[in-house]
């Protein structure tokens, strides 16, 4: 199984900002992902962060505001650009290999809130 | 359509009884796997079990086992002997297209389950 870490685990931004969040996995993984779950709600997936090539953006979401990088098979970054009120939600990373069956694992979480 | 619905917003339980979650879900994909996680409310994911669609016999991981029905297109997670350290939103999870192995998890909106002492 993969251990998966996230930098920071919670924040408080200031609208207009920007925010970078850290994926760390402990083992090469093929698939990222990203997705964000707002207050009281489901999981919903932003992105997946493919290495050596550009993300893959679900329906209402673009590369502008949730740039997104994959450098290698162990990490990744989100941005969250322009930040308002509307962006505070628990931003969560996923990997896992390809396979048909493979558990897909999730870091802690990280918290922002957007004043 | 929703691909996959868990109808309990919320559900209480006393302690070392056994309780249902209910998910039904939706796809036309012959191959699919269906997955249950659990979120306390720290925040994190944790797997709990997952069901390939081929597989002939219902999972079960200790306390945790899936009750699934194909024909009925649902995946039940029941919990055995409840815990108080079971209190906690409970997903239900399924990725279709089993062979590509590209595919992506599509979640329910969960149900948040208490138990009582």
């Known amino acids: 199984s993969a251990v998966i870490s996230q930098k920071p685990s919670r924040d408080i931004c200031q609208r207009g900002t920007s925010l970078t969040i850290q994926c760390q996995v402990d083992s090469q993984v093929t698939m990222m992902f990203w997705y964000r779950q707002q207050p009281g709600q489901s999981l919903t997936l932003i992105a997946t962060?493919?290495?050596?090539?550009?993300?893959?953006?679900e329906s209402g979401f673009v590369i502008d505001k949730f740039p997104i990088s994959r450098p290698n098979l162990t990490f990744s970054t989100l941005t969250v650009s322009n930040m308002s009120p509307e962006d505070s939600s628990i931003y969560l990373c996923?990997?896992?290999?390809?396979?048909?069956?493979?558990?897909?694992?999730f870091g802690p979480g990280t918290r922002l809130t957007v004043l | 359509a929703q691909k996959i619905t868990q109808t309990q917003p919320g559900m209480f339980v006393q302690e070392k009884e056994a309780v249902t979650l209910d998910c039904t879900y939706d796809t036309s994909d012959p191959s699919y796997g269906l997955f249950w996680y659990k979120q306390p409310s720290s925040g994190e994911m944790i797997f709990l079990i997952y069901?390939?669609?081929?597989?002939?016999q219902n999972a079960t991981e200790g306390r945790y086992s899936l009750n699934f029905q194909k024909a009925r297109k649902s995946a039940n997670l029941v919990i055995s002997a409840s815990q108080l350290g079971d209190s906690a939103m409970y997903f239900c999870a399924m990725r279709e297209g089993r062979g590509s192995g590209y595919s992506t998890l599509t979640f329910g909106k969960g149900t948040m389950l208490l138990v009582s002492p």
């Open positions: 996923s990997a896992r290999d390809t396979g048909p069956d493979n558990e897909q694992f």
């Open positions: 962060a493919n290495q050596g090539s550009e993300a893959t953006y």
């Open positions: 069901q390939g669609s081929y597989d002939q």
